[in-house]
């Protein structure tokens, strides 16, 4: 069987440009990306920003990083029991918590919000996205699209830590803390595994002082600011 090689796929353009789309849509497509401490407020934000969004008459679409654990970045287990894999296939294409398979997961969501921002959606993608070369290396792939850089905004939830772990929505923080008096560790963003904070995002929020409509009002005002949706 003959192999294909790299040099053998081309790009095809489409015929359909942005502006059109933009046109059709009444905004430009755009990945607002949500990063910070589990705890943080990251979904929160992102799914409230949603649906004010949505019925404002804007097409937008939420990326959550849970969600997207049980699917395209699913880990061998899931694969395994939902989608029929086995073992080996499993253990080829899952996605554990290493640091490695975070780089990845980072990587295909990256690839994947630029596709759904080139459609003309607002794509909110909302992952704890701990190491900045990740988020950085994302936004490098909007800004050298073929189809032309695509508006990448970054949205640092910058709650302070002792606020997220008063949270603690899934215990995580519990765990993680246990597990480190127990001198076992868990790799866990904010107690033994670094969390690199954005250097310059687009906008920073504290939902430690913030309310959740106070969040969202900020980026609709971005939004409107940077001519991305209309007031």
Known sequence: MSQIKAEQITWHAGTVTRAERANLLKQSGATLWFT?????GKSTLAVALEQVLIARGHAAYVLDGDNIRFGLNAGPKILMDTRGY???QAKRFG??????????NIRRIGEVSLLF????LLCLTSFISPYRKDRDAARKIHQ??????VP??????????????????KGLYKQAREAVAAGKGMGFTGVDDPYEAPLNPEITID???LSTAEG???IINYLIDQGIIKG
């Open 36 to 40: 910070g401490l589990s705890g943080s």
């Open 216 to 218: 969202v009002a900020k």
């Open 117 to 120: 921002a080139d459609a003309g």
């Open 152 to 169: 990448f905004i970054e949205i640092y939830v910058n709650t302070p830590i002792e606020v997220c772990e008063s949270r603690d929505p």
């Open 207 to 209: 939902t430690g002082t």
């Open 95 to 104: 996605l554990g918590f290493s640091a490695e398979d975070r780089e990845e």
């Open 86 to 88: 086995s073992e080996t």
């Open 144 to 149: 050298a699209s073929k189809t032309g850089p």
